[in-house]
């Protein structure tokens, strides 16, 4: 396919072009020095740390995160995990019935799924059997409205990263495309994050999120980057209040103590050194995947038998034998010390 110089507007769809977003007093005051009497928003005024709405820019959180990712505020943008964001992309950029997204399975399951709630299609590229990118395939499917090729690394349920050289190789060669990488699972492994990419490619969207190792799941706080253009026109299309003052002030909390959280991240580390050393000497385990996740996906004699005598034992691990090039393959999170242990001790008395 040709490649044009990339346009960000060639690429939006025409009714978010031409939206005019949502105001609200809250942003519009945002930089007001004084006090003021808010008397706007319809809110209950006797304070009890929720009855405002929530900051629209997440101003404070931004700072924090900014700090800690090394990237500029206006380059990120907050969503209630990073489901919403990857939402807010199909929206922008996906016309229904339409436009089409490529991803590489085997993967995570919300992409197919947010196709099908955006009437979008999609289109599906077999990963290699080491679970690599197969850059032939991804340039043949691509075409006129492929808008969004989707790349996981490091991926789910595989575990493993995608090599570098052949996500620059996509980002170098699809100038109309938006490359999106969702990277839930970078802050376990030892590489570089793509967002320091982020200012050298305009097609390029990172996701992030807090709620695999950062360990907030149960806030939702999911986080894009991409150059300012992408990034002001995913905010256009953002409900305004999308991240609550609870999940605001907590994460702020806990991103103030990230030394508790190292030690959590080692601790996960360790486990799942364990996990797989033992792994190894358990006769129905016939492979275990390298991973740079909190997860390990491993091969079986029988995975629909191994997962229901898993469950019997009260273990719940993640069968994904239909997945394709994961035929009897289980994904074990990796737990506590404890829970690590226990799953060990329940895997040696199968049989
Ligand atoms: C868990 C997961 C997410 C979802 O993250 P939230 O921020 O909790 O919505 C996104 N992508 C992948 C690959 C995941 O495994």
Redesign the pocket.
């Known amino acids: 396919m040709k490649s044009k110089k990339f346009d960000i507007h060639s690429l939006i769809r025409e009714n978010i072009a031409k939206l005019k977003p949502y105001s609200s007093a809250k942003s519009e005051f945002k930089d007001f020095k004084q006090d003021l009497i808010f008397l706007d928003a319809n809110e209950n005024p006797y304070e009890n740390g929720w009855n405002r709405y929530p900051d629209p820019d997440q101003a404070d959180l931004k700072k924090i995160l900014s700090n800690i990712k090394g990237i500029p505020e206006d380059n990120m943008l907050l969503g209630n ?3 919403e964001i990857l939402d807010m992309i199909f929206r922008v950029f996906c016309e229904p019935k339409k436009d089409n997204i490529l991803i590489n399975i085997p993967t ?1 399951g ?1 992409y197919k799924v947010l196709a099908g709630v955006n009437d979008v299609a999609y289109k599906t590229v077999l990963l290699t059997k080491d679970f690599q990118l197969d850059i032939d395939s991804i340039i043949k499917n691509i075409d006129k409205n492929t808008k969004l090729l989707i790349i ?1 690394s490091p991926n ?1 349920p595989t575990g493993n990263l995608i090599i570098k050289e052949d996500i620059l190789d996509l980002l170098n060669r699809l100038k109309n495309v938006i490359i999106v990488i ?1 990277e ?2 970078i802050d376990f492994s030892e590489a570089d994050s793509w967002l320091n990419e982020v200012n050298n490619f305009n097609n390029l969207i990172v996701t992030q ?1 807090l ?2 190792a950062y360990g907030m ?1 149960g806030l ?1 706080l ?1 986080i894009c980057y991409a150059q300012t253009e992408i990034i002001d026109v995913l905010k256009k299309i953002k409900m305004p209040y999308n991240v609550n003052v609870l999940s605001q002030i907590k994460a702020i909390n806990e991103l103030k103590n990230v030394e508790n959280l190292k030690q959590q991240l080692n601790q996960i580390a360790k486990s799942k050194e364990l996990l797989k050393n033992e792994l190894l000497h358990i006769s129905f385990i016939q492979k275990i995947y390298p991973s740079d996740t909190n997860f390990l996906m491993v091969k079986v004699d029988d995975a629909n038998k191994r997962h229901k005598q898993l469950i019997q034992k009260q273990i719940v691990v993640r069968n994904r034998t239909n997945e394709p090039l994961c035929e009897n393959c289980l994904r074990f999170t990796i737990g506590t010390e404890s829970e690590t242990k226990k799953l060990i001790i329940a895997l040696k008395k199968l049989d």
Request: glycine fraction near 12%; charged fraction near 25%.
């Open positions: 995990g990073s489901d995570f919300m996981c789910n969702d839930a699972y999120t709620s695999k799941a939702r999911g």
